[in-house]
């Protein structure tokens, strides 16, 4: 079965770089999510959307946005990287039947050098 | 906001042994949800309890929700080495906020 994609797996960026993380979600799955996980740390809601409008929005940074396309893969746009944002950065999806059953991505790790 | 705490943070176990974690929220949830993150993996969707009081059960794991939806529990019969893992509740109060729980950490000793 499909799962939740994302791209790319690592990424290593310097402090004030730019960085783009890209998460394709489970076909037929309208709702995407975007998490940080700090090391031994519980995900963090940033930010979601359905049907390619933002629906919740969690601790997401200012620095952070985020948007759907009409092909719903969604992207995480990180500007001014910080030492802090050094992270797993992990996307869900959902399907419209239930909106809470969730299916994760593998992620994608941020490291800010 | 709301806040969702797990207790215990960390549990060891024995093989064979049983295991339950507990979550609990200061106000009403509309619904709770249990997740699954084996180390340097994913969260996985096990299951969500909705109605006061429903218990449901996953072969060895019995998940319970309470009568006035304000806690949750994972109980595991005769642990496996497979059940490793952080195993974090998340829930939703009513459309208002989205949180995940601190998580329980089970090592399983074979």
């Known amino acids: 079965a499909a799962g939740v994609i994302q791209s790319p797996r690592h990424l290593i960026k310097e402090k004030r770089e730019t960085a783009t993380l890209k998460c394709y979600p489970i076909p037929r799955h309208d709702t995407v999510y975007w998490y940080q996980q700090g090391p031994g740390q519980d995900p963090q809601f940033l930010i979601s959307f359905y049907e390619k409008m933002q629906s919740d929005k969690g601790s997401i940074p200012d620095r952070f946005s985020a948007q759907q396309f009409s092909d719903y893969h969604s992207e995480l746009n990180m500007s001014s990287l910080e030492l802090g944002d050094s992270a797993l950065y992990f996307c869900a999806s959902s399907p419209d039947r239930n909106p809470y059953e969730q299916y994760f991505g593998p992620g994608t790790r941020l490291t800010v050098t | 906001g709301q806040q969702v705490m797990q207790i215990p943070q960390y549990q060891h176990v024995q093989e064979g042994e049983d295991f339950t974690t507990y979550c609990n929220s200061s106000?009403?949830?509309?619904?709770i949800q249990w997740y699954k993150q084996r180390p340097g993996g994913h969260p996985v969707f096990l299951i969500q309890l909705v109605k006061s009081g429903e218990v449901k059960k996953q072969k060895r794991l019995t998940f319970q929700f309470g009568e006035a939806k304000k806690n949750s529990s994972l109980h595991i019969t005769a642990t496996q080495t497979t059940d490793v893992g952080t195993y974090f509740c998340?829930?939703?109060?009513?459309?208002?906020?989205?949180?995940f729980g601190p998580g329980t950490r089970l090592s399983v000793l074979p």
């Open positions: 106000t009403t949830l509309s619904n």
């Open positions: 998340a829930a939703d109060n009513y459309g208002q906020n989205f949180v």
